[in-house]
């Protein structure tokens, strides 16, 4: 229903008869003349809910480009008996590098300097002092593979870490907080690294960022809907929190001005996974967990609310 890569568009011609809904300049016509017709789905940033379901009778399959699928409604598609898959592993560097990238760019102000030298301001006077990684300690909102990345990095960056989750977990040797509030007062780096969807909508609100304390660090490159945008930038205007780096938001493309006009902030176009490499190894597992399925073979990478029973 959106474009995807190449690499995916091509395999699955090579395999399927394949409907390009993204070509279609009438999409309900589309769904309406093929829709009855469709067994699996590869989809990206599209609503999977009821309604589109009930338009799809013979779906069987959906696999998401990402390891995030919250704009699809697993329970909805458990209920009908339609597998999800996603692609998780194959991007789990690649975010981790960009987080603890973008990480350093917020504390070291590492974008606003290269302005600055760009602009000619160097040749009047030295950029003036930033923040530092030294003496901080990190809080991990949502411990999972990424998380346990971006974790296992900042180690060796001499950080102690911290994380919140549902539930402690045995086999990491960090702190663990079961209240989000107490993570933040304890840390000066919030790194979001948890699901998207309803549970965790505005997760991170004025209470959060004002535990964080004025040395504060937001780091999300998880969902944009975790973090009280409006509260954020509140947040940073008035010194609440020092900075914030930032990869993904609520309503993208969209961003709000608010953040914009933050200096001290750096934003980024949602790019945690995006080299070449990353989103082919995502790509292909698409097609992978799609070919596997019709050859009777089960999903690949089925996702928790629709796990494979062989």
Same mark, same amino acid.
């Given at each position: 229903?959106?474009?995807?890569?190449?690499?995916?568009?091509?395999?699955?011609?090579? =395999?399927?008869? #394949? =409907?390009?809904?993204?070509?279609?300049?009438?999409?309900?016509?589309?769904?309406?003349?093929?829709?009855?017709?469709?067994?699996?789905?590869?989809?990206?940033?599209?609503?999977?809910?009821?309604?589109? /379901?009930?338009?799809?009778?013979?779906?069987?399959?959906?696999?998401?480009?990402?390891?995030?699928?919250?704009?699809?409604?697993?329970? %909805?598609?458990?209920?009908?008996?339609?597998?999800?898959?996603?692609?998780?592993?194959?991007?789990?560097?690649?975010? %981790?590098?960009?987080?603890?990238? /973008?990480?350093?760019?917020?504390?070291?102000?590492?974008?606003?300097?290269?302005?600055?030298?760009?602009?000619?301001?160097? /040749? &009047?006077?030295?950029?003036?002092?930033?923040?530092? #990684?030294?003496?901080?300690?990190?809080?991990? #909102?949502?411990?999972?593979?990424?998380?346990?990345?971006?974790?296992?990095?900042?180690?060796?960056?001499? !950080?102690?870490?911290?994380?919140?989750?549902?539930?402690?977990?045995?086999?990491?040797?960090?702190?663990?907080?079961?209240? !989000?509030? &107490?993570?933040?007062?304890?840390?000066?780096?919030?790194?979001?690294?948890?699901?998207?969807?309803? &549970?965790?909508?505005?997760?991170?609100?004025? &209470?959060?960022?004002?535990?964080?304390?004025?040395?504060?660090?937001?780091?999300?490159?998880?969902?944009?809907? #975790?973090?009280?945008?409006?509260?954020?930038?509140?947040?940073?205007?008035?010194?609440?929190?020092?900075? %914030?780096? !930032?990869?993904?938001?609520?309503?993208?493309?969209?961003?709000?001005?608010?953040?914009?006009?933050?200096?001290?902030?750096?934003?980024?176009? =949602?790019?945690?996974?995006?080299?070449? =490499?990353?989103?082919?190894?995502?790509?292909?597992?698409?097609?992978?967990?799609?070919?596997?399925?019709?050859?009777?073979?089960?999903?690949?990478?089925?996702?928790?609310?629709?796990?494979?029973? %062989?």
């Amino acid at each position: 229903m959106r474009p995807m890569s190449p690499l995916v568009t091509e395999s699955l011609e090579r =395999h399927f008869t #394949l =409907h390009r809904g993204d070509l279609a300049e009438d999409k309900e016509r589309f769904l309406d003349e093929v829709g009855p017709k469709i067994r699996g789905m590869a989809v990206s940033h599209v609503h999977v809910n009821d309604a589109l /379901l009930d338009r799809l009778p013979k779906l069987e399959i959906a696999a998401n480009f990402g390891v995030g699928y919250d704009t699809i409604d697993a329970a %909805a598609c458990g209920r009908r008996g339609v597998m999800v898959t996603n692609t998780p592993d194959v991007l789990t560097d690649e975010v %981790a590098d960009l987080a603890v990238g /973008l990480l350093l760019a917020t504390v070291r102000q590492i974008p606003q300097v290269d302005r600055y030298l760009r602009q000619g301001k160097w /040749l &009047e006077k030295p950029y003036p002092l930033t923040g530092t #990684l030294r003496g901080r300690k990190v809080g991990i #909102l949502g411990l999972g593979r990424i998380g346990r990345a971006i974790a296992h990095r900042l180690v060796a960056f001499g !950080l102690p870490i911290a994380y919140h989750g549902r539930t402690k977990q045995s086999d990491v040797p960090y702190e663990y907080f079961p209240s !989000l509030i &107490e993570m933040a007062k304890a840390c000066d780096v919030l790194m979001v690294v948890a699901p998207g969807g309803p &549970e965790t909508k505005n997760i991170v609100g004025r &209470e959060v960022l004002q535990a964080l304390g004025s040395e504060g660090v937001l780091v999300n490159v998880a969902r944009g809907t #975790l973090v009280d945008e409006d509260a954020l930038a509140a947040a940073l205007a008035d010194g609440t929190i020092q900075s %914030a780096g !930032l990869d993904v938001f609520a309503e993208e493309p969209k961003v709000p001005d608010a953040l914009i006009r933050q200096e001290h902030a750096v934003l980024l176009p =949602h790019v945690g996974s995006a080299s070449h =490499h990353t989103r082919n190894a995502m790509g292909q597992l698409v097609v992978d967990n799609l070919t596997s399925w019709f050859q009777g073979n089960g999903p690949v990478t089925p996702v928790a609310e629709t796990p494979w029973k %062989a």
